[in-house]
């Protein structure tokens, strides 16, 4: 394997660890808040039992989104040099900018919320965990607006050989980020919510601190059906505007291979790259793609077919990943809606609990699978049209990349095993147990 | 005008990453040294706590700054030290880590795991953070096309390595001032008499280093044609006798801040001996990378400019505030890790 293909693997490999982590820190930091902003607010306990609890989880997964983030900042430089000297001026400058206007206030702030719950004033440490959500919201928005660059650039003149900035608002205010930062946030937002609900149901399942888990499922439930009603209008939104800006994606997306109006959309199919063609076609419908993406039966969309070979995306990988990330999209609609309507007796519903349990992991493949779509989908181009990836990689020994390639497999596989068992095994234990004031006074008589 | 300014901010922030980071790496080192028990490990653990996240934030800034000011030098520096900064950054990932999961298993075996991590990880990523510095200060084999022509041998030579070694007594020296600063007791006597004994050894690596960089460096012929910045070398032999000083009478908080003014002090003593460079080729000074020749635009330079001076005094404002919160020593009830 050549430095490009290892880079691009050992890349994808940190980005996709990356972020294994970082949707849950963007949701449950808001769910937190929600529940200590309640603690203030009516002086109950539970809420602050609740907020320690899911916080306890959300410290351990935290830092594994921290560490993985401070190699990917640097991994332009060291894998991608020609691309980060070629767009360093738009693309280092908005990493930059989340470094000094998010990262900061949210790692910060996250040792206040840990180390300060008898320093500060309940008020002043619910505010805390706000600010911790609004930077890791601040974050992501920058982030995306970087990526949302790299698959569609603007803003930008080509000068002394390299990509310049000559409209910072250009950049920062495209409708393709907002769009991306829309897409993404709400797709952290719904795996948050199925994280609480899923070990919520657990603990209800087994009949153990009721009152605390059907608390933390409502508002894990309401958050969530919110964001998948949104995910799944604007992802159709954002779809339309793939297929406008990236028509090679839209294609390889679709399995697309001749340009054609009424262009139809099949049930089932198996991309056959080889052949240009796809087998096993069920149920092909004339104009439903036209439809979905020009919101016209008969619009013409571009094929496969239409693009040179060697500017066509991976069509199996990308078409795959987008059905996935698509049909689970549809089905958080469904098991959210469906709990919505059951959301008073929920323990009256043990199958529906046990799928919200094994349910947790799906929002994680339909995050990953929607980051495949957008960056598979986007080859062979770094930046969309103007950079190829395979112009954009350093100049480096392959047994370096190989090396640290092994290294990254090693040490971030042994973290997320010892990441997710600890946070399962938390999870599994519950909330601390009150202090039962017999206990108190138990220990005053035996002193 | 504006390259010059970034130039300045570029070496502000990396100075400000090591006097932060600084000791908590030190204590890092520390761990093994001058703990007996688990207890005064957990001590340790929980006297950088709340400070270790905080402070890296000024490691991605300035790795962030050095890309969006100077993405020619960004792309060539992080390529050609390809190995010693991935191994920087494993080493980070696994102290940081190991911060967060030490406290969740009661095994001694587990809480052994995490503590080597701890140690080895501070140890690593202070040692290379020296190396790679010397080496930015004596140059390295770049060629014109701003490839790195050698392995990762060419890096390790005996000015580079001592650049390794100061930087690593550097912050045990500082953390342990910290520690003496936040904890009580026996682990505060064992800090503080640990300070007192490295001083001697990193006061003579400080001197010896400025001594050798004559000799393995152009920093100083820099300095001859603006004698002014003679005067940095100076502040810092003073710096060394302050902190000397400061722990002397035990004023810890003092000695805290003289020991981060000499860290500062050595990490601009280089800088300022390269300028225009930030990158010198040891192959040919003409293929050195230079503020001129890998700079952003003006326009990016001026939009982060803008970012740069309202956020950064914010950003020292909410930290100071957190130091200030912080600021007590480190007590029985207050053992979270």
Same mark, same amino acid.
């Given at each position: 394997?050549?430095?490009?293909?290892?880079?691009?693997?050992?890349?994808?490999?940190?980005?996709?660890?990356?972020?294994?982590?970082?949707?849950?820190?963007?949701?449950?930091?808001?769910?937190?808040?929600?529940?200590?902003?309640?603690?203030?607010?009516?002086?109950?306990?539970?809420?602050?039992?609740?907020?320690?609890?899911?916080?306890?989880?959300?410290?351990?997964?935290?830092?594994?989104?921290?560490?993985?983030?401070?190699?990917?900042?640097?991994?332009?430089?060291?894998?991608?040099?020609?691309?980060?000297?070629?767009?360093?001026?738009?693309?280092?400058?908005?990493?930059?900018?989340?470094?000094?206007?998010?990262?900061?206030?949210?790692?910060?702030?996250?040792?206040?919320?840990?180390?300060?719950?008898?320093?500060?004033?309940?008020?002043?440490?619910?505010?805390?965990?706000?600010?911790?959500?609004?930077?890791?919201?601040?974050?992501?928005?920058?982030?995306?607006?970087?990526?949302?660059?790299?698959?569609?650039?603007?803003?930008?003149?080509?000068?002394?050989?390299?990509?310049?900035?000559?409209?910072?608002?250009?950049?920062?205010?495209?409708?393709?980020?907002?769009?991306?930062?829309?897409?993404?946030?709400?797709?952290?937002?719904?795996?948050?919510?199925?994280?609480?609900?899923?070990?919520?149901?657990?603990?209800?399942?087994?009949?153990?601190?009721?009152?605390?888990?059907?608390?933390?499922?409502?508002?894990?439930?309401?958050?969530?059906?919110?964001?998948?009603?949104?995910?799944?209008?604007?992802?159709?939104?954002?779809?339309?505007?793939?297929?406008?800006?990236?028509?090679?994606?839209?294609?390889?997306?679709?399995?697309?291979?001749?340009?054609?109006?009424?262009?139809?959309?099949?049930?089932?199919?198996?991309?056959?790259?080889?052949?240009?063609?796809?087998?096993?076609?069920?149920?092909?419908?004339?104009?439903?793609?036209?439809?979905?993406?020009?919101?016209?039966?008969?619009?013409?969309?571009?094929?496969?077919?239409?693009?040179?070979?060697?500017?066509?995306?991976?069509?199996?990988?990308?078409?795959?990943?987008?059905?996935?990330?698509?049909?689970?999209?549809?089905?958080?609609?469904?098991?959210?809606?469906?709990?919505?309507?059951?959301?008073?007796?929920?323990?009256?519903?043990?199958?529906?609990?046990?799928?919200?349990?094994?349910?947790?992991?799906?929002?994680?493949?339909?995050?990953?699978?929607?980051?495949?779509?957008?960056?598979?989908?986007?080859?062979?181009?770094?930046?969309?049209?103007?950079?190829?990836?395979?112009?954009?990689?350093?100049?480096?020994?392959?047994?370096?990349?190989?090396?640290?390639?092994?290294?990254?497999?090693?040490?971030?596989?042994?973290?997320?095993?010892?990441?997710?068992?600890?946070?399962?095994?938390?999870?599994?234990?519950?909330?601390?147990?009150?202090?039962?004031?017999?206990?108190?006074?138990?220990?005053?008589?035996?002193? | 005008?504006?390259?010059?300014?970034?130039?300045?901010?570029?070496?502000?922030?990396?100075?400000?990453?090591?006097?932060?980071?600084?000791?908590?790496?030190?204590?890092?080192?520390?761990?093994?040294?001058?703990?007996?028990?688990?207890?005064?490990?957990?001590?340790?653990?929980?006297?950088?706590?709340?400070?270790?996240?905080?402070?890296?934030?000024?490691?991605?800034?300035?790795?962030?700054?050095?890309?969006?000011?100077?993405?020619?030098?960004?792309?060539?520096?992080?390529?050609?030290?390809?190995?010693?900064?991935?191994?920087?950054?494993?080493?980070?990932?696994?102290?940081?880590?190991?911060?967060?999961?030490?406290?969740?298993?009661?095994?001694?075996?587990?809480?052994?795991? =995490?503590?080597?991590?701890? +140690? &080895?990880?501070?140890? *690593?990523?202070?040692?290379?953070?020296?190396?790679?510095? $010397? #080496? %930015? !200060?004596?140059?390295?084999?770049?060629?014109?096309?701003?490839?790195?022509?050698?392995?990762?041998?060419?890096?390790?030579?005996?000015?580079?390595?001592?650049?390794?070694?100061?930087?690593?007594?550097?912050?045990?020296?500082?953390?342990?001032?910290?520690?003496?600063?936040?904890?009580?007791?026996?682990?505060?006597?064992?800090?503080?008499?640990?300070?007192?004994?490295?001083?001697?050894?990193?006061?003579?690596?400080?001197?010896?280093?400025?001594?050798?960089?004559?000799?393995?460096?152009?920093?100083?012929?820099?300095?001859?044609?603006?004698?002014?910045?003679?005067?940095?070398?100076?502040?810092?032999?003073?710096?060394?006798?302050?902190?000397?000083?400061?722990?002397?009478?035990?004023? =810890?908080?003092?000695?805290? +801040? &003289?020991?981060?003014? *000499?860290?500062?002090?050595?990490?601009?003593?280089?800088? $300022? #001996? %390269? !300028?225009?460079?930030?990158?010198?080729?040891?192959?040919?000074?003409?293929?050195?990378?230079?503020?001129?020749?890998?700079?952003?635009?003006?326009?990016?330079?001026?939009?982060?400019?803008?970012?740069?001076?309202?956020?950064?005094?914010?950003?020292?404002?909410?930290?100071?505030?957190?130091?200030?919160?912080?600021?007590?020593?480190?007590?029985?009830?207050?053992?979270?890790?």
């Amino acid at each position: 394997m050549d430095v490009l293909i290892l880079s691009r693997l050992q890349f994808a490999l940190a980005t996709g660890f990356h972020f294994l982590f970082v949707p849950l820190t963007l949701g449950l930091s808001i769910l937190i808040a929600i529940m200590e902003r309640k603690y203030v607010n009516t002086g109950d306990e539970e809420y602050k039992r609740m907020a320690k609890f899911w916080g306890k989880l959300f410290l351990i997964n935290f830092v594994l989104g921290v560490v993985t983030g401070i190699t990917l900042e640097f991994q332009f430089g060291t894998n991608w040099a020609r691309y980060s000297a070629y767009v360093g001026d738009i693309f280092g400058s908005l990493l930059a900018i989340e470094a000094t206007t998010a990262f900061f206030l949210e790692s910060t702030f996250i040792a206040v919320w840990h180390f300060g719950w008898n320093k500060l004033s309940p008020r002043a440490h619910a505010t805390t965990m706000w600010l911790i959500a609004a930077a890791g919201t601040f974050s992501a928005f920058w982030i995306l607006v970087a990526n949302a660059w790299m698959q569609h650039p603007v803003g930008y003149v080509l000068r002394n050989g390299r990509a310049e900035l000559n409209d910072f608002f250009a950049v920062v205010t495209q409708p393709f980020a907002i769009q991306m930062f829309i897409h993404t946030l709400s797709g952290a937002f719904i795996l948050s919510g199925f994280f609480v609900m899923g070990i919520s149901a657990y603990h209800i399942l087994k009949k153990q601190n009721l009152s605390f888990f059907k608390r933390s499922f409502q508002m894990a439930l309401t958050f969530a059906l919110i964001f998948s009603v949104v995910e799944v209008v604007q992802g159709h939104m954002h779809g339309a505007e793939v297929a406008e800006i990236q028509p090679a994606k839209l294609a390889a997306m679709e399995s697309h291979w001749e340009t054609t109006a009424y262009a139809p959309m099949a049930a089932f199919l198996i991309p056959d790259e080889q052949g240009e063609k796809n087998n096993f076609e069920i149920l092909p419908v004339r104009g439903v793609l036209s439809m979905l993406a020009y919101h016209d039966p008969a619009a013409e969309v571009k094929g496969l077919k239409y693009f040179p070979v060697d500017e066509r995306p991976p069509v199996t990988l990308t078409f795959f990943a987008f059905r996935i990330m698509v049909g689970l999209g549809f089905l958080f609609v469904l098991l959210t809606l469906y709990g919505w309507f059951k959301r008073h007796k929920l323990e009256d519903y043990p199958l529906y609990l046990k799928i919200m349990l094994f349910s947790i992991p799906l929002p994680y493949i339909a995050l990953q699978a929607g980051w495949i779509v957008a960056e598979v989908g986007r080859q062979p181009w770094i930046v969309y049209g103007l950079m190829k990836t395979s112009d954009a990689v350093s100049n480096i020994s392959q047994t370096q990349v190989l090396t640290s390639f092994i290294a990254f497999l090693l040490v971030y596989s042994l973290l997320a095993v010892a990441a997710f068992s600890l946070i399962i095994k938390f999870a599994g234990q519950g909330p601390d147990p009150l202090p039962l004031p017999a206990e108190e006074k138990g220990g005053e008589a035996n002193a | 005008m504006l390259e010059t300014i970034w130039f300045v901010l570029w070496a502000v922030l990396w100075a400000v990453y090591f006097i932060l980071d600084g000791f908590d790496l030190g204590a890092g080192c520390l761990l093994p040294v001058l703990s007996k028990d688990d207890k005064d490990r957990r001590y340790i653990y929980n006297a950088t706590g709340p400070f270790w996240d905080g402070n890296e934030v000024w490691l991605i800034t300035a790795g962030g700054v050095t890309f969006a000011a100077f993405p020619g030098n960004y792309a060539v520096m992080f390529s050609a030290l390809y190995t010693p900064l991935l191994m920087i950054l494993f080493a980070l990932i696994v102290r940081g880590v190991a911060f967060e999961f030490r406290r969740h298993i009661d095994d001694p075996r587990w809480k052994k795991l =995490w503590d080597i991590c701890m +140690f &080895a990880g501070s140890f *690593v990523a202070a040692f290379l953070f020296g190396v790679a510095f $010397a #080496g %930015i !200060f004596a140059g390295i084999p770049i060629d014109e096309a701003g490839h790195f022509q050698g392995s990762i041998i060419n890096l390790l030579t005996p000015y580079n390595i001592l650049g390794g070694a100061l930087f690593v007594m550097l912050f045990m020296l500082h953390g342990s001032i910290w520690l003496a600063i936040k904890t009580n007791g026996e682990l505060k006597n064992r800090a503080s008499n640990f300070a007192k004994k490295i001083w001697p050894f990193v006061t003579l690596s400080g001197l010896v280093f400025i001594i050798s960089t004559g000799f393995a460096t152009n920093v100083f012929n820099y300095y001859m044609s603006y004698p002014v910045l003679f005067v940095i070398p100076l502040m810092l032999l003073f710096g060394f006798m302050l902190i000397w000083f400061f722990i002397e009478i035990a004023s =810890w908080w003092k000695a805290w +801040f &003289a020991s981060g003014l *000499v860290i500062g002090l050595t990490t601009f003593f280089g800088l $300022a #001996g %390269i !300028f225009p460079r930030l990158l010198p080729s040891s192959i040919n000074d003409q293929y050195s990378m230079t503020i001129f020749n890998s700079a952003s635009s003006p326009l990016t330079l001026k939009i982060m400019l803008v970012v740069v001076i309202v956020f950064i005094p914010i950003v020292i404002g909410y930290q100071t505030w957190v130091y200030y919160l912080f600021k007590d020593k480190v007590t029985e009830k207050d053992l979270i890790y």
